[in-house]
T-cell receptor, first 122, second 106 residues
């Protein structure tokens, strides 16, 4: 069974840092691009970041550029999101998701984790 | 690319047809996906490439459109279809979602 399990969420003070992890199983992790998507309380979905199969191509939404870093360790089947300079606007559920395609193309996200919650508050 | 969904809320009775719209601020070809999200759950991919149903998605879900105008149609609403639906473009970076359409029980 294809599974994604996020961890690393919690309460963090404004200006603080946090690293999220997403453990993948049930598929060949290194063959798929991966994503982070977030959802603020009571709000819609916001795409955050993407990383290609090898990690050679990386993309961010404007609001996190320079603060968040996406990475992956294909030997550990794990996706990461390092989040720095956190503000209240980063409070959300963070989902990791895999790309639909295992080829060198970008398609939408077909499998999602259950999410991990980040709360930025003093 | 800004994605705009309408209506914000759609009140439908079971068995009725539901039509959801999504408009892109720029042309996205057919690189448009639809997701369903139920309370407390992660989103689920329903449709990609504007009209291709994802694996396991019932045939009552149909997508259409290209360029800037897209539609998700649920032909006969079932009780399990009451949820929030999001469109998402994947033609350009950053990827962007619409604000969602809530399909509620009439």
């Amino acid at each position: 069974e294809v599974q994604l399990l996020e961890s690393g969420g919690g309460l963090v003070q404004p200006g603080g840092s946090l690293r999220l992890s997403c453990a993948a199983s049930g598929f060949t992790f290194s063959s798929y691009a991966m994503y982070w998507v977030r959802q603020a309380p009571g709000k819609g979905l916001e795409w955050v970041s993407a990383i290609s199969q090898s990690g050679g191509k990386i993309y961010y939404t404007d609001s996190v550029k320079g603060r968040f870093i996406i990475s992956r360790d294909n030997s550990k089947n794990t996706l990461y999101l390092q989040m720095n300079s956190l503000g209240a606007e980063d409070t959300a559920i963070y989902y990791c998701a895999k790309d639909l395609s295992r080829f060198l193309e970008w398609l939408p996200m077909d499998v999602w984790g259950q999410g991990t919650t980040i709360t930025v508050s003093s | 690319i800004v994605m705009t969904q309408s209506p914000a809320t759609l009140s439908v009775s079971p068995g009725e047809r539901a039509t959801l719209s999504c408009r892109a601020s720029q042309r996205v070809s057919s690189k448009l996906a639809w997701y369903q999200q139920k309370p407390g759950q992660a989103p689920r991919l329903l449709v990609y490439d504007a009209s291709t149903r994802a694996a396991g998605v019932p045939a009552r879900f149909g997508g259409s459109g290209s360029g800037t105008e897209f539609t998700l149609t649920i032909s006969s609403l079932q009780s399990e279809d009451f949820a929030v639906y999001y469109c998402q473009q994947y033609n350009d970076w950053p990827r962007t979602f619409g604000q969602g359409t809530k399909v509620e029980f009439k």
